[in-house]
């Protein structure tokens, strides 16, 4: 069983100020969510040793990084880390072979070639080992820079707003590969972004900061659907769901899957009976309904039951559902909030009108 990561950090710069104080798990992506100037990336600094934080305390593994109050601080150089920067940086005179080989002397032979040809393939770059970077794509030099910090063996990996410098379509190349890591890797992964779509694609259990405090921490649905939080309030506010495929029905071009408490149509997607995916659902696209609609042209409709309300003061409610095991929010105006007499604790029924997959 994988430890958990403790990161307690206060720091003050005057115009701003670091103050947290997280249990995040020991394994799967970790993303760090908030917009600019929030301290995502003060804190992975103070992860990373790059910054000192006065008092902190960062265990790792089982193994402390920094205790202020016992006068405990590793240098950068001592942690058993990966960091992986907006930009690749990569050495544009070496090849990709030589890039990856820089540095590796810190690991015993051994235990490395093995471990680098599993990253080669992982990331689907072994075919590029003798090309220079100038010869790559922005996505492809962004895999050869997460090779590279994989190769060190760390024991977590930091990734700064790695896909920040790329446009839509590399971004759209390299994620598959990033949601990857916490499939077959055992580390853990700290992942700074502002892009709520990273969010919802990559995310096992994601942290919400704001003037350099966390507003939330927790499973990537739950905290999602959180009404306290900014995320659940934002006009593209969504929930993801992990789902199976169960069924295609060629005839009709839509795909059946399965989530823990019921199933929905989909449009087609093209993926083997019982492959995992994650469905991401736009609170926007959810209706709600106090009787089962006898006719109606909406596929899924389901069984849900309020668990949250809010009003945003300007027309428009934000519902939290229970369906089956997962959350789901929904955005309808304040009016019919009040004409349906929606309460927490009622029971109703949710029409989903457009669902996508993320992976």
């Known amino acids: ?45 103070c992860i990373a040793g790059l910054q000192r934080a006065p008092q ?30 907006q930009e690749a940086n990569l050495f544009p005179h070496l090849t990709v072979a030589d890039n990856l080989q820089f540095g590796l002397k810190r690991i015993a032979k051994a235990s490395r ?5 599993h990253i080669l ?7 590029l080992l003798k090309r220079k970077p100038d010869c790559l794509s922005g996505g492809e030099r962004q895999r050869v820079a997460i090779a590279r910090a994989l190769a060190l063996n760390p024991e977590v990996l930091l990734m700064d707003e790695p896909l920040a410098s790329l446009d839509f379509k590399r971004k759209q190349e390299i994620l598959p590969f990033i949601s990857r890591l916490h499939q077959e890797l055992n580390i853990p992964v ?13 995310a096992d259990t994601l942290v919400i900061l704001a003037d350099g405090r966390a507003l939330a921490s927790g499973p990537l649905s739950e905290t999602l659907s959180r009404l306290d939080v900014p995320l659940a309030q934002d006009r593209k506010a969504a929930t993801v769901w992990p789902v199976t495929v169960v069924e295609h029905e060629a005839g ?34 959810v209706s709600i309904a106090l009787e089962a609609p006898s006719a ?24 939290r559902l229970q369906v089956g095991n997962h959350a789901l929010l929904a955005h309808i105006t304040s009016k019919s909030a009040l004409l349906l007499s929606l309460q927490i604790g009622m029971a ?9 997959i993320l992976n």
Not at 5 to 21: E, K, R
Not at 190 to 202: I, M
């Open 348 to 356: 109703v029924y949710v029409q989903i009108k457009g669902t996508s």
């Open 252 to 285: 009709y071009h839509l795909t059946r899957v399965a989530f823990a408490g019921g199933a929905l149509s989909l449009p087609a997607v093209d993926a083997a009976i019982g492959t995992p995916l994650r469905m991401q659902i736009y609170a926007s696209d």
């Open 296 to 319: 109606t042209s909406i596929l899924n409709v389901l069984p849900a039951t309020i668990t949250g309300l809010a009003d945003d003061r300007a027309g428009r409610s934000v519902v």
């Open 121 to 127: 393939e992982l990331l689907g770059i072994d075919h």
């Open 1 to 45: 069983m994988t430890q958990p990561i403790t990161a307690c950090f206060q720091l003050d710069y005057g115009v701003f100020q670091l103050a947290v104080d997280l249990c995040l798990p020991g394994s799967g992506i970790t993303v760090l969510f908030g917009n600019s100037g929030s301290g995502k990336t003060t804190l992975l600094r």
């Open 190 to 202: 700290l992942y700074v972004t502002h892009s709520q779509q990273e969010v919802a694609q990559l």
């Open 113 to 117: 070639v093995a471990d680098l040809q």
């Open 56 to 85: 902190g305390f960062l265990e790792i593994s089982g193994s402390c990084w920094q205790d202020s109050e016992r006068g405990v601080f590793l240098p950068t150089h001592k942690r058993a880390l990966g960091y992986v920067f």
